[in-house]
C-alpha cells in the first residue's frame, strides 16, 4: 500500500508518471494499492491530475495495471462538488471499477462500518452495478 500523494504544490500526472516507470515495474506481480485513489482528502485538480495520468497509462498499457488497486477512502468529502465527483467517475470507468475497492483509514467497526459504506459511498454517481463491483472488490494480499 502506497500513500502517492504529496504535500508538494505541484503534485500530480509527473509525480505518478514518474511512480509508474520507476517504483511500478519494481513490484512485479505483488499487489500494489494506491490509498485514497492517488490523492488524500477530497477531490481537487491535484488528484484529478494524477488519476487521469494513471487512466491514460492503464489504456496505453493495461496489463501493467493487473495487479494495481485504488482504495476509494476519504476521496470525496460533503464539500465535494458534484461536477469534481462526475470527473472521479469518469476516472474511475476509464481505469476499470475492476481495479477499485471501498476502504476508509477511519476506525470504523460493526454498524458504523455498515452506515459509513451505506451513507458515504452512494454519494458518487456511480451504477448501482458499478458499485456493486466496486464493494465486492478485494486486493489480493501478498504471500
Keep these: 500500500m ?15 508518471r514518474r511512480f509508474i516507470k520507476e ?15 492517488a490523492g488524500w482528502s477530497g477531490i481537487d485538480p491535484a488528484t484529478l491530475s494524477a488519476l487521469g495520468a494513471f487512466a491514460d497509462d492503464v489504456e ?22 458534484p461536477s469534481d465527483k462526475q470527473a472521479l467517475v469518469a476516472l474511475i470507468r476509464r ?5 477499485f475497492l471501498t476502504g476508509s483509514d477511519w476506525p470504523y467497526n460493526g454498524d458504523n462500518l455498515a452506515d459509513y459504506y451505506g451513507r458515504v459511498y452512494p454519494e458518487l454517481p456511480l451504477t448501482q452495478r458499478e458499485w456493486t463491483a466496486i464493494r465486492k472488490n478485494v486486493a489480493p494480499y501478498a504471500r
Excluded at 25 to 35: K, R
Excluded at 65 to 79: M, Q
Design 95 to 99: 481505469i476499470g471499477v475492476q481495479h
Design 2 to 16: 502506497i500513500h502517492l500523494r504529496t504535500q508538494q504544490m505541484d503534485y500530480g500526472a509527473a509525480d505518478v
Design 60 to 81: 496505453a498499457k493495461p496489463r501493467r495495471f493487473r495487479h494495481v488497486w485504488f482504495d476509494l477512502s476519504g476521496v470525496w468529502t460533503d464539500k465535494t462538488s
Design 23 to 37: 517504483v511500478l515495474p519494481s513490484a512485479g506481480d505483488t499487489p500494489v494499492q494506491i490509498a485514497h485513489a
